[in-house]
């Protein structure tokens, strides 16, 4: 992106030429003829003068894209930018060391990480009346809680990353770019390859040098030019090839970005099957159904076995058998025994955790009749130990 005007200047002839019928002057073309504004009649233009409106042209398309260039790259960086990194910068690296403390201290125990969630979550949900261990799955939870993780905490890592790689970039390649000042007058611009005064009535966010051809960035302001001057660590002798460098290093920029989001939705998988893997190892040889089939309509018991069903409100022949069922908060489980022997009734969770694990015997409240109040909303087992067959009643108040 060279602004030769001695090119130009060779073929400065004049910008029209005069109409052959009616003297009028005729715009300069790149065509071999052109037509005349006032007559319409028909003009030939010489090659010298098409030489120079194609000169002329491609002069204008080249301070076109200067512009174009010294917007993109030679403005500082905006104060919000330069805020956000000195605040981020702060605020996540302090993060990363709390993070990099703790899978120090976790060591070999960091698999035990893995369970501490789903604990957790069964641990609470006495306090918040809902097991969502039970009610969305464990593999949604770990799927979600890692879209929070990695939206709250890693997102804006990497943008603040993206903003500072950004911001050096910028401020690398303006320092790059931009002319000298005379040590004698700090008002005299000089070309910052060669040193010799820069011609100031040329464009004014872009001059040349006439002798060494470098273009030189000129209206960056002091305080700014201050900050930067130190960052000169390449040479670019036109901006074009300074741009090139520019969009090299976004695009690797954005390709990071990309990773991040490519390895986001990669690990959201993971994450669910993480999920899907600490229930199968806490549940051993229970097989609740999901939620959504427990709590469809008309409500049922389904066997732990087989899924087999048992209707609610209804007379069933009780088998050896454990049936689940999906309570609400402070529902009461009412279990009516049909038996000429004393049953044990039985009611559990969806854990084998001892610090979270359920199994408490029904109160018989009436004769025949034993009855439970759920804990919290989530998925029970009923077990009743006895001699069979006996018949059973089992409903929900």
Same mark, same amino acid.
């Given at each position: 992106?060279?602004?030769?005007?001695?090119?130009?200047?060779?073929?400065?002839?004049?910008?029209?030429?005069?109409?052959?019928?009616?003297?009028?002057?005729?715009?300069?073309?790149?065509?071999?003829?052109?037509?005349?504004?006032?007559?319409?009649?028909?003009?030939?233009?010489?090659?010298?003068?098409r030489?120079?409106?194609?000169?002329q042209?491609?002069?204008?398309?080249?301070?076109?894209?200067?512009?174009?260039v010294?917007?993109?790259?030679?403005?500082?960086?905006?104060?919000?930018? *330069?805020?956000?990194?000195?605040?981020?910068?702060?605020?996540?690296?302090?993060?990363? *060391?709390?993070?990099?403390?703790?899978?120090?201290?976790?060591?070999?125990m960091?698999?035990?990480?893995?369970?501490f *969630?789903?604990?957790?979550?069964m641990?609470i949900?006495?306090?918040?009346?809902?097991?969502?261990?039970?009610?969305?799955?464990?593999?949604?939870?770990?799927?979600?809680?890692?879209?929070?993780?990695?939206?709250?905490?890693?997102?804006?890592?990497?943008?603040?990353?993206?903003?500072?790689d950004?911001?050096?970039?910028?401020?690398?390649?303006?320092?790059?770019?931009?002319?000298?000042f005379s040590?004698?007058?700090?008002?005299?611009?000089?070309?910052?390859?060669?040193?010799a005064?820069?011609?100031?009535?040329?464009?004014?966010?872009?001059?040349?040098?006439?002798?060494?051809?470098?273009?030189?960035?000129?209206?960056?302001?002091?305080?700014w030019?201050?900050?930067?001057?130190?960052?000169?660590?390449?040479?670019?002798?036109?901006?074009?090839?300074?741009?090139?460098?520019?969009?090299?290093?976004?695009?690797?920029?954005?390709?990071?970005?990309?990773?991040?989001?490519?390895?986001?939705?990669?690990?959201?998988?993971?994450?669910?099957g993480?999920?899907?893997?600490?229930?199968?190892?806490?549940?051993?040889?229970?097989?609740p159904?999901?939620?959504?089939?427990?709590?469809?309509?008309?409500?049922?018991?389904?066997?732990n076995?087989?899924?087999?069903?048992?209707?609610?409100?209804?007379?069933n022949?009780?088998k050896?058998?454990?049936?689940?069922?999906?309570?609400?908060y402070?529902?009461?489980?009412?279990?009516?025994?049909?038996?000429?022997?004393?049953?044990?009734?039985?009611?559990?969770?969806?854990?084998?955790?001892?610090?979270?694990?359920?199994?408490?015997?029904?109160?018989?409240?009436?004769?025949?009749?034993?009855?439970?109040?759920?804990?919290?909303?989530?998925?029970?087992?009923?077990?009743i130990?006895?001699?069979?067959?006996?018949?059973?009643?089992?409903?929900?108040?």
């Amino acid at each position: 992106m060279k602004f030769k005007q001695t090119e130009i200047d060779k073929l400065e002839l004049t910008d029209t030429i005069k109409c052959s019928n009616c003297g009028n002057s005729v715009s300069l073309s790149t065509e071999e003829t052109t037509n005349c504004d006032f007559c319409n009649s028909e003009v030939k233009i010489p090659e010298n003068y098409r030489k120079l409106k194609q000169k002329q042209l491609e002069r204008q398309k080249q301070l076109d894209e200067a512009e174009e260039v010294y917007k993109e790259i030679s403005i500082p960086p905006k104060k919000w930018m *330069l805020t956000w990194n000195n605040l981020a910068e702060g605020v996540f690296s302090m993060i990363s *060391l709390v993070v990099t403390i703790f899978v120090w201290l976790g060591g070999a125990m960091a698999l035990a990480l893995i369970f501490f *969630l789903y604990f957790g979550i069964m641990a609470i949900a006495p306090i918040i009346h809902v097991n969502y261990l039970d009610t969305i799955g464990a593999g949604w939870i770990y799927l979600i809680t890692f879209a929070l993780f990695t939206l709250l905490i890693i997102l804006p890592m990497v943008l603040n990353a993206f903003v500072k790689d950004f911001l050096v970039l910028k401020t690398t390649l303006q320092a790059n770019l931009m002319a000298k000042f005379s040590d004698d007058n700090k008002k005299i611009p000089i070309c910052r390859n060669c040193g010799a005064p820069l011609d100031t009535l040329k464009p004014h966010f872009c001059i040349p040098c006439d002798y060494c051809e470098t273009e030189n960035i000129i209206n960056v302001k002091t305080d700014w030019f201050t900050k930067i001057k130190e960052f000169t660590v390449w040479q670019f002798k036109t901006l074009d090839k300074a741009l090139k460098q520019f969009h090299l290093y976004k695009k690797e920029m954005k390709e990071n970005l990309n990773l991040w989001i490519y390895g986001s939705v990669f690990f959201l998988f993971i994450s669910y099957g993480i999920g899907v893997f600490v229930t199968w190892i806490d549940l051993e040889d229970k097989n609740p159904p999901n939620w959504k089939v427990l709590t469809s309509q008309p409500q049922k018991l389904y066997s732990n076995k087989d899924h087999s069903t048992l209707l609610l409100n209804q007379k069933n022949e009780w088998k050896n058998e454990d049936y689940w069922i999906a309570l609400d908060y402070n529902q009461n489980l009412v279990v009516q025994i049909e038996s000429e022997f004393k049953p044990q009734v039985v009611i559990s969770n969806t854990t084998t955790s001892d610090g979270n694990k359920i199994a408490d015997f029904l109160k018989e409240t009436l004769p025949n009749q034993w009855e439970w109040k759920a804990p919290y909303k989530g998925k029970f087992l009923l077990t009743i130990k006895g001699n069979t067959p006996f018949f059973i009643t089992v409903s929900v108040k």
